[in-house]
């Protein structure tokens, strides 16, 4: 995979984890933890999974129809873009940065449609 490629997976994931984020407030009225968003960074092979089983049983039945179809719609979208068709193990340095980046982007986003 070449460098340029490696770091979009940095904005596609920390896009993927804002859209979840967005899930689970909704649904739940709270945001992620603090120790959510380390694991997403630190191992998002494992933490993705677990974040995206408990949107599809917990969450996703919670929204209003116009909001489950959005984010549902959104989560797809950001879900295709991954290159790899797997999630990564690891993220580097400048993939967080990206990450990091790319989830309050699609935050504000968010904001900015409500």
Known sequence: MGEAVELQVGNKM???YAVLEEIHRLATGTQYSPAT???AIASPAVKFVELIKKANHDHLHKLKPDDKERLERLLTEAMD??????????????QQGRFALSMQAQKAAFVGAS
């Open 37 to 39: 968003y380390d694991g």
């Open 14 to 16: 920390g896009r993927i």
């Open 81 to 94: 873009a991954l290159d790899a068709g797997a999630f990564p193990q690891h993220l580097n340095a400048d």
